[in-house]
C-alpha cells in the first residue's frame, strides 16, 4: 500500500489537549515517512511545533464560516500539498464534514465518518432514546434553553447536578447559585440547548474503537480513569477488560451502523453496579496514541480502511498498561510564528 499524504485537524496539546497530534503520532508509528498536513484555527496550537508534529499547518475557518469558507481554504492547501484523506478530530467541525462528503470526494478527499443519522442519533440530547433501544443505562437528562428550564429541571433531578453544553464541557453544580453561573459561561461557549444532567458518583471509564458501518468495530480499547485535571479530564488512565463495557459498545455500534472512531463515556453507579453511558464523542479521543504505542493502532486502521476497504487483524490489549500525561515544551521561532499569523502558513523545519 502507497502511503497517503494525510490532513488532520486539532493540533493543540495544552491544558485540555485536543486529538490530532495524538493521531498524527499514531499514523507515523505504522508510517514513518507518511506527510502530514496540519488543519489549524490557531496559530499557537502546541502541536504544530512538535518535533514529530506535521510537515505543514494552514490556518481554516471556524465550522460557523460555513461550507464555502471552508471549502475556499481547503483547495488553497490541496494545491500546495495533495493530501487525499483527511481526519477530523473535533466535534465541532464532524457534522460539517459530514454534510460535506460529495465535495470532498470530488475533490479526491477521502473520510472515514458515519451517516449524517448516525451523528445525530447519539448526540447528548438523544442519549435517552440511545440507550433504550440498547439496554443500557444514562443518567436523567434534561434539554434546557434558559436559566429558569435549567433551575426547574436541577430541582426535578435534585442537586448536585452536571452542566454540560451541546458539544463540550461539563460543570458540577452544588446549588443554585453555582448552576447560574455555570449555565450562562456554557451558553456563551456553546450556546442552547444546555443539559442538566444527574451526577452518578463512580469511577470513569472510556471505550475507544472504529465502527465499520455495517454494526461491526475494528476493535476496542476500555480504559478506566485514574487521574482527573481540574477540568474532568483523564490526565491518567489504565487498560481494563471488562465484558459489560464492551458488550454495551457493540450494542451501540451495531444499532447505529457507526462509521468511523467514536469515544463512549461510561460511569460506573457503585450503588447498583451500572455502568451508565453520559456521552458518545464521535471522533478519536486525545489518548489514541496510547494504544497505538501498545500495538493497537486505531488511525492506522482508518487508512487501511479507506485505501483496502478493510483492517488489520488485531489483539486485544492486555490490562494493567497504563498511561499518565505530562507536560512538554515545544520549539518555534517568532518569523515562523509570524508568518503563520499573518499568511496562515507554517512548515516544519529542523530545530536548532
Known amino acids: 500500500?502507497?502511503?497517503p499524504m494525510v490532513a488532520i485537524t486539532g493540533m493543540n496539546r495544552g491544558e485540555n489537549p485536543q486529538p490530532g497530534y495524538a493521531v498524527a503520532c499514531s499514523l507515523r508509528r505504522k508510517f514513518p515517512d507518511m506527510k502530514i498536513v496540519g488543519l489549524i484555527y490557531d496559530a499557537m496550537e502546541s502541536g504544530i511545533f512538535a518535533a514529530d508534529g506535521p510537515d505543514w499547518a494552514y490556518t481554516i475557518p471556524y465550522?460557523?464560516?460555513?461550507?464555502?469558507?471552508?471549502?475556499?481554504?481547503?483547495?488553497f492547501v490541496k494545491q500546495r500539498h495533495d493530501f487525499s484523506i483527511l481526519i477530523p478530530t473535533l466535534d465541532t467541525e464532524i457534522e460539517l464534514m459530514i454534510r460535506l462528503q460529495p465535495e470532498l470526494e470530488?475533490?479526491?478527499?477521502?473520510?472515514f465518518l458515519p451517516t449524517l443519522e448516525s451523528f445525530q442519533n447519539r448526540a447528548k440530547s438523544q442519549l435517552p432514546k440511545l440507550c433504550e433501544a440498547c439496554d443500557c443505562k444514562t443518567p436523567l437528562t434534561k434539554l434546557t434553553r434558559d436559566l429558569n428550564e435549567a433551575k426547574d429541571a436541577a430541582d426535578a433531578i435534585e442537586y448536585p447536578v452536571m452542566i454540560k453544553?451541546?458539544?463540550?464541557?461539563?460543570?458540577?453544580?452544588?446549588?443554585?447559585?453555582?448552576?447560574?453561573?455555570?449555565?450562562?459561561?456554557?451558553?456563551?461557549?456553546?450556546?442552547?440547548?444546555?443539559?442538566?444532567?444527574?451526577?452518578?458518583?463512580g469511577a470513569e471509564l472510556n471505550v475507544l474503537g472504529i465502527g465499520d458501518g455495517l454494526g461491526g468495530v475494528t476493535g476496542l480499547c476500555s480504559v478506566r480513569k485514574t487521574i482527573?485535571?481540574?477540568?474532568?479530564?483523564g490526565i491518567s488512565a489504565i487498560i481494563v477488560q471488562e465484558p459489560r463495557l464492551e458488550s454495551i459498545a457493540n450494542r451501540i455500534i451495531a444499532e447505529l451502523r457507526w462509521r468511523g472512531p467514536f469515544e463512549l463515556e461510561f460511569i460506573?453507579?457503585?450503588i447498583s453496579d451500572t455502568y451508565m453511558l453520559i456521552e458518545m464523542n464521535p471522533r478519536f479521543p486525545?489518548?489514541?496514541?496510547?494504544?497505538s504505542a501498545l500495538g493497537l493502532n486505531f488511525p492506522a486502521q482508518i487508512i487501511s480502511l479507506l485505501i483496502q476497504?478493510?483492517?488489520e487483524p488485531f489483539n486485544p490489549l492486555s490490562p494493567g498498561w497504563f498511561y499518565l500525561r505530562h507536560q512538554v515544551e515545544t520549539i518555534g521561532s517568532l518569523s515562523e510564528l509570524s508568518q503563520l499569523m499573518t499568511e496562515g502558513i507554517w512548515e516544519q523545519k529542523r530545530k536548532p
Open 1 to 3: 500500500m502507497n502511503t
Open 63 to 75: 465550522p460557523t464560516a460555513g461550507s464555502k469558507a471552508f471549502l475556499e481554504r481547503l483547495d
Open 106 to 111: 470530488s475533490r479526491g478527499i477521502q473520510c
Open 165 to 201: 453544553g451541546q458539544f463540550y464541557d461539563a460543570r458540577k453544580v452544588q446549588n443554585e447559585t453555582e448552576l447560574a453561573r455555570a449555565f450562562q459561561e456554557t451558553i456563551h461557549d456553546w450556546g442552547t440547548p444546555v443539559l442538566v444532567q444527574e451526577s452518578i458518583s
Open 228 to 233: 482527573l485535571s481540574s477540568k474532568g479530564k
Open 268 to 270: 460506573h453507579d457503585e
Open 286 to 291: 486525545a489518548w489514541v496514541d496510547f494504544p
Open 309 to 311: 476497504g478493510k483492517s
